[in-house]
Nanobody
Framework: QSQLVESGGGSVQPGGSLRLSCAAS????????IAWFRQAPGKLREKLSC?????????RYADSVKGRFTISRDRVENRMYLQMNNLEHEDTAVYYC????????????????WGRGIQVTVSS
């Protein structure tokens, strides 16, 4: 059974940091595109970051998180990560990891595999 499972969420004060982890099973993350999304209450889902190429690990970021968030993947552990720094109240949302069986140079949706989501709350 192929699945993605997020971990590392929780509550943090503004200016703090969290690292989200997403473990893949049943397929290899290194074979395809990976991405992180989030959805805040009453808002549309937002694509935060994506690595669509298999070889260069070139990452794309939404303007809302550029310079604060970093996407990465560990080919040995078959995990992907989202390092989130300088968190703001507006970053409060449910965060989802997503992956695809193949490369997506333009990071276009849809993605085939999805995690169930994990809550991140930024509050003072």
């Amino acid at each position: 059974q192929s699945q993605l499972v997020e971990s590392g969420g929780g509550s943090v004060q503004p200016g703090g940091s969290l690292r989200l982890s997403c473990a893949a099973s049943g397929f290899l993350l290194e074979n395809g595109a990976i991405a992180w999304f989030r959805q805040a209450p009453g808002k549309l889902r937002e694509k935060l970051s994506c690595i669509g190429d298999l070889f260069s690990d070139f990452a794309r970021y939404a303007d809302s998180v550029k310079g604060r968030f970093t996407i990465s993947r560990d080919r040995v552990e078959n995990r992907m990560y989202l390092q989130m720094n300088n968190l703001e109240h507006e970053d409060t949302a449910v965060y989802y990891c997503a992956a695809d069986p193949g490369p997506k140079p333009d990071c276009a949706e849809p993605f085939y595999y999805w995690g169930r989501g994990i809550q991140v709350t930024v509050s003072s």
